[in-house]
């Protein structure tokens, strides 16, 4: 049994996978007008045209295009034509995330780099840094020339960030965010 196509654009795409979603746009009918969405990031760029269904738009990213997206955060736009005008649509971001399957690959780092920072200055705090962590930099200064009292800041500063993103890692995966939820009752 096939998966059920989803109707709304990817947020995520797992590079070297096919990716696939529909998009109903009732003033521009697959019957008249063509979707398509350019998708950007800093380097690359990748096209897709998407085909009719029905009346909807079928939106198809091969395996070969998503193995061509670098990992990391890719911009879209989408647009529809008729020949003769062309629309704006839409606009977006979807983050592209490395395949772990590809051929080579036998371990994967994949923390943040607000928890590679934070690790980096525990572990320099505690006598424990590596070479790399302690030449890791904030700004133009590396973690090593930071005072005691500065990385302890720091350490505060990036603990902060990094509760934030495990929040939103817990509501984008539907477990909301973990935190305590308070009510009174007043008369």
């Known amino acids: 049994m096939a998966a059920a196509i989803p109707t709304t654009e990817p947020t995520v795409i797992i590079s070297g996978s096919t990716v696939k979603w529909t998009k109903s746009l009732s003033d521009y009918p697959a019957s008249t007008w063509t979707l398509s969405y350019q998708f950007v990031n800093a380097a690359d760029a990748q096209a897709v045209t998407c ?8 939106a198809t990213i091969t395996a070969a295009q998503t193995g061509a997206m670098t990992a990391g955060d890719w911009y879209w736009q989408a647009k529809v034509t008729d020949g003769s005008e062309v629309y704006a649509v839409g606009t977006g971001m979807v983050t592209v995330k490395a395949n772990f399957a590809v051929a080579g690959a036998t371990s994967y780092d994949a923390r943040s780099h607000v928890k590679k920072v934070l690790d980096a200055i525990e572990a320099l705090l505690e006598g424990k840094a590596s070479e790399d962590q302690a030449s890791m930099s904030i700004g133009d200064r590396s973690l090593s020339r930071y005072s005691f009292n500065e990385l302890m800041a720091l350490r505060s500063q990036y603990r902060s960030e990094y509760a934030r993103e495990q929040r939103e890692e817990r509501i984008a995966a539907g477990l909301g965010h ?9 008369n």
């Open 178 to 186: 973990g935190g305590k939820v308070r009510i009174r009752f007043t």
């Open 51 to 58: 085909t009719a269904d029905g009346e909807d738009h079928l």
